[in-house]
């Protein structure tokens, strides 16, 4: 009697805790087993992103007038600082990965040394791409306003009043001097960003919403596609790229940039902004790739 | 039978928790006694403060708050910050024609700043307790900045930043007090030390503030108000610089018309504040550049703003980068609260905010070091018509926030009795 009892007992435990417990495990084995195949598991590497400044070929020299661009102005730079965002890594067969798992950007500043390097850390895929491509600045949905509040990246705060909800910051702040035509050192503000809808006179278009006018603006993000930017990444290799802006390059194709012409500063001024967005398509190379 | 057949059921599971429950018992005992074991790391304070939260209607609007991590916020250590930042005897003096406290020259009304008013600084150039070398007090080499927002602020204090996490520096030669860790020049706690022994302010000795204040016994019981919050009474100055840094730190100004507006509390501005807002945040005026952060109204930054064409203010941010770029380069403040805070820039040559529009307007001056975003310089300035510089005005002033500068928690408490009021 007692041996059955027993047997009673130990049958009712069995069920109540080994059961479950053995399909959980079970549970957990299929998923864990779900992963096992080599063939599903991702072999990674990583992405290190390096950015240098240049000028003519040579790193660019800051607080002395030593250049002459495209349209004859002396001109020397003081600060560049600007957004790189949505890095894309493309494949020949046209597959594509964007790195904006972790964060979708990175903010460089000729100022802040360690903002010329990101470690990027999201997991990459080994195998072959083809090339890399990034947005400048910012695409109109991700630009939102207050998305940054704390420095250096909030210092890039482009208003409300020049760029409504899809214009929060700056893509780019590129300042310096130049002389004009009365020799007279003048600074420039040669930033970029969303920019204001303008009749023949300049004046912003207001268009009518509901009971309010608001005004429409333009984005002037654009899509940059890295020439020579073919690499292959092993897996748990780091493979370092830098990304070169050279500089005069914003002066002077396909457009010649004339400060004289421009003046001071650009950020009311969609013909300049479309000016300079247009410049900078091939403003940026990939000056090495290796292996960290 | 039933209970037997429990009772017996009870038994044969007696293995069953030898073999597997006790284990886990020890396993999870072993885990409590390490994690408990990990407790007595971090000490936890015998006394009971409450945190003190920083107030910031638009959430996330606002930048992380610089607090230290070595003195964390507490509504105690504010409280007790309050009652010395008022009492003219942390000067170390009882005398009442001597005594100073920090708001002696900060003055609420004035957003913490000196003001055109103040009883003691006429026209608002401040100076230090009078001594036997300078009699009439030594002049403050600079106008005074905000105090307020600046636990938003990251960039470094004073007018050059040389205040900043990254300062190695200790102490001061020239104001007697030695390079130990206490005296560091890395936030607002070391403003204390600084502000005592200075000769230009307060012109006095750390040991001989320190006593006045041990001193002390009734209106306020220091005692009792070290003790809450610090579980003792001890008093030093580690703990007062500590506490007064945390009142400085809970004077946030949030509430202003044009935040309210931001936040679309209030529908509009009125027409004259608009269009001066569409100067202020466009290229015509291009305030926003250095004045630019939407909720804090300053990058924190440091920039030429065309004052002057010789440099020769030893105190500049070039003294303390070296850099020859940031000769006349001066700290952008915030323009919260900026028609209450004249006399103007760093040497306070500007006594209203109409001088200071016309600076920007007409009479910006050339240098070397020049900040490029004072990109009219060939013409003087951005050229505002009269009008427009109404229009920037009237915008400049809904930048005041008034229930910052009545707050009754900001302000002297009332059982303070320095015995000179």
């Not at chain 1, 972790?102 to 100022?111: L, S």
């Not at chain 2, 109204?297 to 440091?302: E, G, H, I, P, V």
Request: proline share 6%; net charge neutral; charged share 20%.
């Amino acid at each position: 009697m007692k041996q059955i009892l027993v047997t009673i007992a130990l049958g009712a435990f069995v069920k109540s805790v080994f059961i479950p417990l053995g399909v959980i495990i079970a549970g957990l084995s299929f998923m864990a087993g779900d992963c096992t195949p080599d063939t599903l598991i991702p072999v990674t590497g990583k992405i290190a992103f390096k950015f240098e400044h240049f000028v003519n070929n040579d790193t660019a020299v800051f607080d002395k007038m030593i250049y002459t661009n495209e349209a004859g102005n002396p001109w020397e730079l003081t600060l560049v600082q600007w957004f790189i965002s949505d890095v894309t890594l493309h494949k020949k067969n046209g597959d594509s990965v964007v790195l904006n798992k972790w964060t979708f950007y990175h903010y460089i500043d000729t100022d802040i040394p360690s903002t010329l390097n990101w470690d990027v850390v999201d997991p990459v895929d080994t195998g072959t791409y083809d090339h890399i491509s990034f947005i400048f600045g910012f695409k109109g949905e991700r630009n939102k306003p207050f998305m940054f509040v704390n420095p250096p990246e909030s210092q890039m705060f482009w208003p409300y009043y020049l760029g409504g909800d899809s214009g929060g910051y700056h893509y780019m702040k590129l300042n310096g001097f130049w002389k004009d035509l009365n020799n007279i050192r003048r600074g420039y503000n040669f930033h970029l960003g969303v920019g204001q809808y303008q009749d023949v006179n300049g004046n912003r278009i207001k268009v009518k919403q509901g009971d309010d006018s608001t005004f429409i603006f333009v984005q002037n993000w654009f899509k940059v596609d890295l020439p020579s930017s073919f690499f292959s990444l092993q897996k748990d290799k780091t493979k370092e790229i830098t990304i070169r802006m050279n500089i005069e390059s914003w002066f002077k194709t396909p457009h010649v940039y004339d400060h004289n012409y421009w003046g001071p500063d650009v950020m009311e001024n969609q013909r300049a902004l479309k000016t300079i967005k247009e410049n900078g398509f091939d403003v940026f190379t990939v000056s090495s790739i290796k292996d960290r | 039978m039933k209970r037997l057949k429990l009772i017996l059921g009870i038994s044969a599971i007696i293995p069953l928790i030898k073999i597997v429950i006790i284990p886990l018992g020890i396993i999870s005992a072993g885990i409590s006694f390490m994690a408990s074991d990990c407790d007595t790391t971090t000490p936890t304070p015998p006394w009971h403060t409450t945190p003190y939260q920083i107030p910031s209607p638009s959430g996330n609007w606002w930048p992380t708050p610089n607090i230290p991590a070595d003195n964390p916020m507490t509504v105690e250590g504010v409280t007790l910050g309050r009652y010395l930042f008022y009492d003219g005897r942390l000067s170390g003096r009882l005398e009442c024609d001597s005594q100073m406290s920090c708001g002696t020259c900060h003055l609420q009304k004035n957003s913490f700043e000196v003001g055109m008013d103040n009883p003691r600084f006429p026209g608002g150039r401040t100076k230090g307790i009078p001594d036997a070398q300078y009699p009439n007090g030594k002049y403050t080499p600079h106008y005074m900045l905000p105090l307020i927002n600046l636990v938003f602020n990251h960039n470094g204090y004073l007018w050059n930043g040389m205040i900043h996490s990254s300062n190695p520096n200790l102490g001061s030669a020239a104001y007697k007090v030695p390079a130990l860790p206490q005296y560091h020049m890395k936030n607002i706690e070391s403003l204390v030390w600084m502000g005592i022994a200075a000769q230009h302010e307060m012109n006095s000795t750390i040991e001989k503030s320190v006593n006045m204040i041990k001193s002390i016994k009734s209106k306020p019981n220091y005692a009792e108000l070290f003790k809450a919050a610090y579980g003792d009474e001890e008093i030093t100055y580690d703990r007062i610089s500590k506490a007064i840094a945390q009142f400085v730190r809970s004077l946030v100004s949030y509430n202003s018309k044009y935040h309210k507006w931001v936040r679309r509390e209030i529908p509009k501005l009125e027409p004259n504040e608009y269009r001066g807002y569409t100067i202020y945040m466009s290229e015509k005026g291009d305030c926003f550049h250095c004045h630019g952060d939407p909720v804090l109204l300053t990058t924190n930054l440091f920039y030429n703003n065309g004052l002057d064409s010789i440099f020769n203010d030893t105190r500049d941010r070039y003294a303390y980068t070296k850099n020859p770029m940031d000769k006349g380069v001066y700290k952008a403040p915030t323009l919260i609260n900026i028609e209450l805070t004249a006399p103007y820039m760093h040497d306070g040559r500007y006594k209203t905010l109409r001088e200071v529009v016309d600076h920007y307007s007409e009479q910006l001056v050339n240098s070397t070091t020049i900040d490029p975003l004072m990109k009219w310089i060939a013409y003087g300035g951005t050229q505002l018509k009269e009008s427009e510089k109404d229009d920037l005005i009237a915008f400049l002033k809904t930048l005041t926030d008034w229930d910052f500068i009545n707050n009754p928690a900001f302000s002297k408490p009332a059982d303070l009795d320095t015995g000179c009021d």
